[in-house]
C-alpha cells in the first residue's frame, strides 16, 4: 500500500510540474537532466555518448550538433509529457506553432487530393523530437480535414502516460508490437485508405527497430554506402498508386517548425531511394533530435525475412 501511495504521489507531482514548465525551458531542462544523472549512472552516461560519437564518426556533424544529441532522449521525454500532461491539466491546450505545421501539411494533402482525388496519401512523419509532438500534429491534420479519426500506423507502446485514447480520440491506432494487433494490419490500412483517402506511417523506420520480427526491407544507398529501408509502405503504396507526403520536426527555443519534402509517387522505381535521399537530409540536419539516435546499425542492418 505504502509503495502504490509513492507511486501515485510520484505521478500526480510529475504531472502537475512537467504539464506546466514553460516550453522555453525544456531543452535547458533536457541538458540538466542528462548532465545531473550522467554524473551517477555510467549507462546512462554511455548512451547518450553513443548517440554523441555516431554523430560525429559516422555522419561527420561538427562537435557543437553531435554533442547536443546526447540530451535527445531527455528531450523526447520532457516534450513528450509536456504535450500529454499540458493536455490532461488544460485540455485542449492548443500550441500555435504545430498548429501552424498542420495547417501547412493540410493545405499540401488537400492540394494533391484536388489534383487526383482517387489517389490516397500516406502522411509520413519521420522519428524526430517527439512522438506526442507529431500525433498531436496527425491530430490536427484529421480535424481539419473533417475526419472523424486518424488511422496510424505505429509501433510505439501506447498508455505510457495514461490513457492515450481518453486524451486523443482523434487517432486510431492501427498497430503496436503487441501480437495481437499485428495480424491483419495491411487489411486495416487499406480500409482506412479506402475509407478516408489518407492515413499515417513513419516510413523513416530503421530496420533494427523490428528486433522482434522480421522486416521486409529494400536496398537503397545513404551516405554513400549500402543500406536498406522498410519496405511495406512501397508494397501497399503500388498497390493503391498512393502517394507519400514526408516530413521532419525541429524543436528550438521552445518553437516547433518542421521541413516538408515534396511528395513520392509510391508506384515510382526510384521510390525507395527517394525516401532514403529525404531520410539522409534529415538525419544531416537534425540527427540530435532523431529518437533512434545511438543505434550503430542505423540503416546498415536488416534480418532476413
Known amino acids: ?58 555522419l561527420e556533424l561538427p562537435p557543437s550538433r553531435s554533442d547536443r544529441s546526447r540530451i535527445g532522449g531527455q528531450l523526447e521525454k520532457l516534450i513528450d509529457q509536456r504535450i500529454y500532461f499540458g493536455r490532461d491539466i488544460r485540455k485542449q491546450e492548443a500550441w500555435p506553432d504545430m498548429d501552424a505545421i498542420a495547417e501547412e501539411l493540410t493545405s499540401r494533402v488537400a492540394a494533391l487530393k484536388r489534383a487526383a482525388p482517387r489517389q490516397p ?11 506526442y509532438a507529431n500525433i498531436y500534429i496527425v491530430e490536427r491534420i484529421s480535424q481539419l480535414l473533417g475526419l472523424e479519426s486518424m488511422s496510424v500506423v505505429s509501433g510505439v507502446p501506447q498508455n505510457q502516460y495514461g490513457d492515450d485514447h481518453a486524451l486523443i480520440p482523434g487517432i486510431k491506432v ?3 508490437y503487441g501480437d495481437e494487433n499485428r495480424g491483419g494490419l495491411g487489411v486495416r490500412v487499406a480500409r482506412s485508405l479506402k475509407r478516408d483517402g489518407v492515413a499515417v506511417l513513419f516510413a523513416d523506420v530503421p530496420p533494427f527497430t523490428m528486433h522482434r520480427y522480421p522486416m521486409e526491407t529494400v536496398s537503397v544507398s545513404m551516405f554513400g554506402r549500402n543500406a536498406r529501408v522498410h519496405n ?35 508506384s515510382a522505381c526510384d521510390a ?15 540527427y540530435q533530435q532523431w529518437l533512434p539516435a545511438g543505434h550503430p546499425a542505423m540503416y546498415a542492418f536488416a534480418p532476413a525475412r
Open 121 to 131: 496519401v500516406f502522411i509520413s512523419p519521420f522519428h524526430y523530437v517527439s512522438q
Open 174 to 176: 492501427l498497430y503496436t
Open 1 to 58: 500500500m505504502v509503495r502504490m501511495w509513492v507511486a501515485r504521489t510520484n505521478f500526480h507531482v510529475r504531472r502537475a510540474v512537467l504539464g506546466r514548465i514553460p516550453r522555453s525551458m525544456l531543452e535547458r531542462a533536457a541538458a540538466i537532466t542528462w548532465h545531473v544523472r550522467s554524473v551517477f549512472d555510467a549507462g546512462f552516461r554511455a548512451s547518450g555518448n553513443i548517440r554523441a560519437e555516431i554523430g560525429r564518426d559516422v
Open 272 to 286: 525507395p531511394q527517394r525516401l532514403a535521399d529525404y531520410i539522409q537530409i534529415a538525419l544531416t540536419d537534425n
Open 232 to 266: 511495406g509502405i512501397f508494397r501497399m503504396g503500388e498497390r493503391f498508386d498512393a502517394l507519400m507526403l514526408p516530413f521532419y520536426l525541429r524543436f528550438e527555443q521552445g518553437r516547433f517548425n518542421a521541413r516538408i519534402f515534396e511528395p513520392v509517387r509510391l
